[in-house]
DNA sequence: GTTTGTGAAACGATTCACAGCT
DNA sequence: AGCTGTGAATCGTTTCACAAAC
C-alpha cells in the first residue's frame, strides 16, 4: 500500500471532512460524483483515490457515508489521538494553541516552550509555558507524538534537531525554512510568505 | 508565459529567499547547483524552473545574486505593495495582523473586519476593527488587492462571495472549507487540520 | 439503469544528457 | 574546463471509458 501520492491523501481528508457534513445533514450514501463536486474535482479522481486502499463502495449505489467515513479515519489514521508539544509561545503559536480544531480531530497540545522569560510560567490554555532547555527533559517524561514549530526562522533547524533527537517522527513546520531531517521523519512546512507570493504571482500575470 | 506550474512559482519564491540569504552573506555568483542544495531539489529542476521566464545565467559561472533576486521579484509581482484586507479578528487574524512577514514582503493591511461586537472599535496594530456590515462600502472606498479570511467555515463562502462582488482577485483562505469562486479569482487555502492529517497519515503508513 | 473499480490513454512534471556559450 | 539552457526521455498523476456488480 506504499507510494501514495500526497495530492490524494490531501484529497482523502477533504472527502472525510465532506462525509461528515453528510452525516450531519443525515445523508445515507453518496456517489463518487457527489464528493467530488464538493470538493472541486472529479467523480473518476474520487474512485481512484479510494482505490489504492480498497473498494469501499456498492456498485450502481455508491458509498455508505458512515462507513467511508470510517475507513477515511482509519487510512488517515484517526482512530487514536496525538500527543503535541508546540514550540514557541508567539502570536502564531498562542493562536494555535487555542485553535478548537486541533483537539476536535485528536491533537492534544501537552506541551509548550519558549526561551522568552517574560513568557515562561504563563499559562497558555491551561498548560505552563516551559523553558525550552527542558525541551529533552519533557520529551523523555512523556510519549509524544508530534512537534509544532512556532520559532523564529533562525532558530527552527537547531530545535527541529533536539526534537529529532529526542524520537519525534513528525513536525509541522511554520517557520519560513526548508528544514533538514532523516528520512524517517515527516516535515509539513506551512510558510506563508509563499502563499502570499504565489497570489502576488497570480495577480501579476493574467 | 503563461501555464506555469503551481509547483514551479512556489520553488522560485524559496530560492528568492536563498538568493536575500546569499546576498546577505555578500556571495556575488551562485549556481544552479547551489541553489538547488539549498531548497533539496536538482539543479536541472532550478534551470527548468527559471527557464520559463528567461535565461538569466551565465554559461559557465552561474547567476548574479543581486540580478536573478529581482528578475524573481519582478516575475513574482513583487515590485509593487498591496493592500490587504483582513476579515475575521479572532486569535488567527490578529496573529497574522501583528506578522511581520506581511509588511516585510509587501503586504500592508489596511483594514481589518469582524462581526462581534465585542471586538468591532478596539485597535488592533493601529487599525480599528470595523463591523463586517461596512465591508462593501470600505472596499468600494478603497482599492483593495487581497482578501485574508480568517472566519469561522460556515461564514467563509458568504463572505469570499462578497469580496469578489467588489472586484477582489486574490484570497488568502484560512477556513477550512473549500471556498468557490469564478476563475478569474485566485484562492489559496491554508487548511491546518489538513495539514495535521497528512502528518497523521505518514506517522500511521510506514 | 446506475455507479463502482480499474486498465489504458492522455497529460503534466521532473530528470537526463548534451550541445553551446563563457 | 565549467555551467547554463533545453529538447528528449522518464516518471507520476489525472482522465477516459467500459466491463462488472447491484
Redesign the interface.
Known sequence: ??K?A?ST??R???Y??FLDDFEGQGVETVSSEALAQ???TTSAQVRKDLSFFGSFGKRGLGYYVPELAQRLRQ????GRR?RVVMIGAG??G???V??R??TQ???DIVAIFDNDPAKIGTQWNGLTVLPIDRLEQELKAQQV??AVLVTPGEAAQSVAERVVGQGV??I?NFA?V?L?VPD?V?V?T?N???????????????
Open positions: 500500500m506504499r501514495v500526497d491523501v490531501r482523502l481528508s477533504l472525510l471532512r464538493r470538493g472541486g487510512i488517515l489514521g484517526l496525538y502570536k502564531i498562542s493562536a494555535l487555542q485553535y480544531g486541533f480531530r485528536g491533537f507524538d508530534m517522527k513528525a509541522l519560513p526548508q533538514n524517517d515527516v509539513k506551512v506563508l510568505a509563499l502563499e502570499l507570493e504565489t497570489l502576488s504571482y497570480a495577480l501579476t500575470n493574467r
